[in-house]
């Protein structure tokens, strides 16, 4: 009966030994992929960010934040973002949302910004839908 625990507890030890090997090599992948993603993102000069439809919390990159004009420490929120939406382009940017939301499509739209200094900038806006993410526009 020792014997048949103990093989059971070396079987299991082995269990846990194979599964943090695959879970470093899972970790070590991930590491590497958003590595090459945010290599990209800066040789494209394209800014990525993300939004919380629970808390309203939005992140981005630093070239997101420089688009808008905002320092890269800067925290923003939805309400934020919104306010540097030209007052123009607030209603259309808004209704693509909604629809987005509604329907569960993606969508693009170019709209303006006012930057914090006041210059006016132009922005294309491609938002995906994750199907993986637990937010559906996260």
Known sequence: MAADV?????????????????LR????????SNGK??????????????RDLRTGEVT????FKATLGLP??????SEEVQKLIH??????????????LKTK????VEHRVIRPD????????REARSSRARNPFA
């Not at 993603?37 to 993300?50: F, N, Q, T």
């Not at 006041?118 to 806006?125: A, C, D, K, N």
């Open 6 to 22: 103990a093989s059971y507890e070396d079987s299991d030890r082995q269990r846990l030994d194979d599964l943090e090997r695959r």
């Open 25 to 32: 090599e899972s970790e070590d992948a991930l590491r590497l």
């Open 37 to 50: 993603l945010r290599m990209a993102l800066d040789i494209g000069k394209v800014g990525s960010w993300e």
């Open 60 to 63: 981005g990159t630093a070239t």
């Open 72 to 77: 890269l420490d800067a925290s923003l929120n």
């Open 87 to 100: 007052p123009g382009d607030l209603d259309r940017m808004n209704q693509a949302i909604v629809f987005a």
């Open 105 to 108: 499509t993606d969508f693009n």
């Open 118 to 125: 006041g210059r006016i900038g132009r922005v294309l806006v």
